[in-house]
């Protein structure tokens, strides 16, 4: 399998390895850090990595990566981090892996450290900025401000990793003006991708005391879909691929409120298909037969098909259509809606 070459096309395979909070000196408002499983050590990454590949299906033909994932990567104690990156080299030397990515906090990246990812074969960083309000930010005791944030993006894209960014909607002090803010300024950093949790509240966090104490009301899920929607649409227009939305199910998470869905990404999706199909409605009348892409039927009808059974609507699939689109059956161009037609309608 060894040192195969990526196709276009093929989904890549991310080998996530969890290195828990170890490279955490901080506790966020929102943090459960139990939540953390205990860290994988260095020693371990090796065949942890060459299992799950060899699960994959054809792996020789797809792009692979080994990710850090559950901490901040670059706050790991220097021979620990060295002991990472070392294991992680031998995998990249063998064509194990093409690469390797991590997330970490803003605050803990420097130009000496980037220049020490690249060497060990980073390709990606991810960054936790949560919020471009350092209000939020301060509500939510980061412990970092928007400047770390801004700065730290500078230094990944020009040390030419690719610069991931993750936002939480319904922090703090967060209001619509305050969270679209931050969409804009994240759209200025240019990421290559980014990852949108909703914040939810879990248990024997220091949020979950603020929640107990009327101090702090969650989101609830509609407004969180919305929120999510609008950055989905803006980020991926700004050619920022998202990677996920909402917080991936782990039987972990002790969640006490708030916006958790198992399927909260495929709510989002399929929010936006509702919208395209109502602004149809309005400009057609509501006796519409709706064509889509086939991948884009499951997000057309709904979850649990409410789309379909609310605005009763008929549909066909065109494998011709573009990803995305929403067109009348018959239509001229005047009878299609694309998803950046519906950004001014969910906020
Ligand atoms: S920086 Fe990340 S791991 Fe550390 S306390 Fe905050 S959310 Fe938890």
């Known amino acids: 399998m060894q040192g195969g070459i990526a196709i276009a096309g093929l989904s890549p395979i991310i080998v996530p390895v969890f290195v828990s909070n170890i490279g955490c000196p901080h506790r966020c408002l929102f943090c459960d850090q139990r939540q953390f499983s205990d860290p994988v050590p260095p020693e371990d990454v090796s065949g942890i990595v060459r299992n799950f590949i ?33 294991e ?43 919020s471009m309000d ?10 970092h401000s928007v400047e770390h944030t801004t700065r730290a993006s500078g230094l990944i894209k020009a040390s030419g990793i690719k610069l991931g960014i993750q936002i939480m909607p319904g922090l703090p002090g967060e209001d619509r003006e305050s969270f679209k803010n931050t969409v804009d300024a994240v759209v200025r950093l240019d990421p290559d991708c980014a990852r949108i949790y909703p914040t939810v509240v879990m ?34 227009q700004a050619g920022c691929k998202v990677l996920r939305m909402g ?16 399927s909260f990404g495929f709510l989002v999706k399929a929010k936006a298909y509702r919208i395209m199909v109502k602004k149809l409605m309005q400009s057609a ?28 609507f008929s549909y066909s699939f065109d494998k011709d259509m573009p990803r995305g689109y929403v067109q009348l059956k018959g239509a001229t161009e005047r009878g299609c809606i694309q ?3 519906i950004i001014e309608y969910i906020l």
């Open 203 to 236: 248990q024997g966090t220091g949020l979950f005391k603020l929640y107990k104490e009327g101090g702090y009301v969650p989101l609830d899920l509609d407004e969180a879909v919305s929120r999510s929607l609008y950055a989905y649409i803006r980020f991926t």
């Open 54 to 86: 060899a699960s994959c299906s054809i792996p020789d033909k797809r792009r692979r990566l080994l990710a850090f994932y559950g901490g901040s990567f670059t706050g790991i104690a220097q021979d620990l981090l060295e002991e990472y990156l070392y």
């Open 285 to 312: 009348g509501s006796d519409i037969h709706i064509l889509v892409h086939p991948k884009d039927v499951s997000e057309l009808l709904g979850y649990r098909r409410n789309n379909i059974e609310e605005l009763c």
């Open 134 to 143: 350092d209000r939020v930010l301060n509500a939510s005791e980061r412990g």
């Open 339 to 341: 998803l950046k037609d």
């Open 247 to 262: 917080l991936p199910p782990s039987h972990r998470l002790k969640v006490a409120n708030g916006p958790y869905h198992e």
């Open 88 to 130: 992680s080299s031998l995998l990249l030397q063998e064509g194990v892996i093409h690469g390797i990515k991590a997330s970490t906090r803003p605050d803990m990246v420097s130009p000496e450290i980037l220049s020490r990812l690249k060497e060990a074969g980073f390709v990606e960083l991810e960054i936790g900025a949560q």
